[in-house]
């Protein structure tokens, strides 16, 4: 049976971004593509094979070096031609569907340091305008921080603050939140609890979401699906190249 173009959100062909800095190239190569509405997607491998670089084109933070085909899928199943907004250099049209339909939860949690906590899990809601109705009290009660919302994020530990930083992701109701080593940072244990609230919380809401980690083994227990990718480096070391699909 033919899928129907509503359940995919991502569909990229032929995608690549180069980079070359004083005589040495990094490639990244995306021959094929597809992520459906409400998966979860793991992206595994060590520092420096590409990870956060198909997580920033995922974004629309990157651009690529070429497309052959990128489109992307909103609200309703409108599909909206990434490539072609590219080429035409339409970046604030970029920027407006990443802050309508994604979060972001980076390594570090990049919190806002002036914000009270309530006002950092509300800031990706209030970029868009959107009423005060308890749902940043929601989240703050599901992730563990309701005692903490008065408080600057240098007042919690690491881990609280990476919760707080899928609280802000979370909080627009996305339809996909891109995770860059969200549990870099914490220690073994803590990863794990993180990582499967994280989880079960993006499950509930039916969203899409797109994790990079160099940790296998508690990514795969919650059910993620790996995307294959392999690297090669030539044999003077000058040129690395990291191809992924599925």
């Known amino acids: 049976m033919q899928e129907s173009p509503s359940e995919i959100i991502y569909q990229l062909k032929d995608v690549a971004k180069t980079r070359s800095s004083n005589g040495y190239t990094f490639g990244l190569r995306v021959p094929s593509l597809r992520i459906h509405r409400g998966e979860k997607i793991a992206l595994i491998g060590e520092s420096g094979c590409g990870k956060s670089t198909l997580l920033d084109m995922l974004a629309f933070i990157l651009q690529p070096s070429d497309i052959g085909s990128f489109s992307f899928h909103g609200d309703r199943g409108s599909e909206i031609d990434i490539g072609l907004a590219w080429r035409k250099h339409k970046r604030n049209r970029l920027a407006a569907l990443r802050k309508a339909h994604m979060g972001y939860v980076m390594q570090t949690g990049g919190l806002l340091p002036y914000l009270d906590i309530y006002d950092n899990i509300n800031l990706s809601r209030q970029m868009l305008g959107m009423k005060d109705d308890g749902t940043v009290e929601l989240l703050a009660k599901e992730l563990g921080l309701t005692r903490h919302l008065k408080k600057l994020p240098d007042a919690l530990s690491t881990g609280e603050r990476q919760r707080v930083a899928i609280g802000r992701a979370l909080a627009h109701q996305p339809a996909i939140v891109i995770a860059d080593e969200p549990t870099a940072s914490v220690d073994p244990f803590a990863a794990e ?3 499967s609230l994280f989880i079960g919380m993006v499950e509930e809401r039916n969203i899409t979401v ?24 030539s044999a003077d070391g000058r040129l690395t190249e990291t191809v992924v699909s599925g």
């Open 193 to 195: 609890k993180i990582m």
């Open 210 to 233: 797109i994790v990079a980690s160099h940790a296998w083994r508690h990514i795969k227990q919650l059910g993620l699906r790996r995307l294959a990718h392999h690297t090669r480096r």
